[in-house]
């Protein structure tokens, strides 16, 4: 039979296991929320002339949509259409590991995000487009090898949109130093 100290222990952990869950559970939603806002861009700011982000100033130097048939021959099947764009950053501090984890994303009104093609196949149109121009990085491989204070750096992604959200598309810039505020500019094609 067991003795009257142990009934007692046993009877405090019983007690005790709903506020030990309670505390876990809270714990656990505290380490999502966080995570959450690591990975997510929950206040996106329209970007103004002049305003520094992640230590540079950011705009849009080209847009090129391709699959209509009117930049090139190319045309592409049903309403989906290739959209390159290039961004320029010019350093205005020692940048260092400040654009770790860039994301370019596009963004329709609705809230629907594209992400940019991969690097590999990425490179493989841009070869396509113009056998003898040279690649130009993306988003991530610019983050890896950031300009010098007072350089300048281009950025090119690839996606593949469908041709009716083009006019309202608008980009999203972040990066893990930054999150959870990004950066937007109205890509404003017609």
Not at 86 to 104: P, R
Not at 107 to 126: E, M, Y
Request: glycine share 6%.
């Amino acid at each position: 039979m067991a003795s009257r100290r142990e009934r007692r222990l046993w009877l405090v952990s019983l007690v005790s296991l709903p506020f030990l869950l309670a505390g876990d559970y809270a714990i656990d939603a505290w380490r999502n929320a966080k995570e959450y806002l690591r990975r997510n861009e929950v206040w996106v700011h329209g970007s103004v002339d002049g305003q520094l982000y992640a230590k540079a100033l950011w705009s849009i130097n080209q847009t090129r949509v391709i699959g209509d048939g009117r930049d090139t021959k190319i045309t592409f099947p049903g309403q989906m259409r290739l959209l390159i764009l290039q961004m320029n950053a010019q350093a205005k501090e020692e940048i260092g590991g400040a654009w770790s984890e860039c994301e370019l994303t596009l963004t329709d009104p609705s809230g629907r995000r594209w992400l940019p093609l991969n690097f590999i196949l990425s490179d493989n149109i841009s070869r396509d487009l113009d056998p003898h121009a040279t690649p130009i990085d993306g988003c991530g491989a610019a983050s890896r090898k950031p300009p010098a204070k007072g350089a300048s750096t281009l950025i090119e992604e690839k996606f593949v949109v469908p041709a009716d959200v083009i006019p309202s598309l608008s980009i999203s810039l972040s990066f893990a130093s930054t999150r959870p505020n990004a950066i937007s500019f109205p890509l404003a094609l017609h």
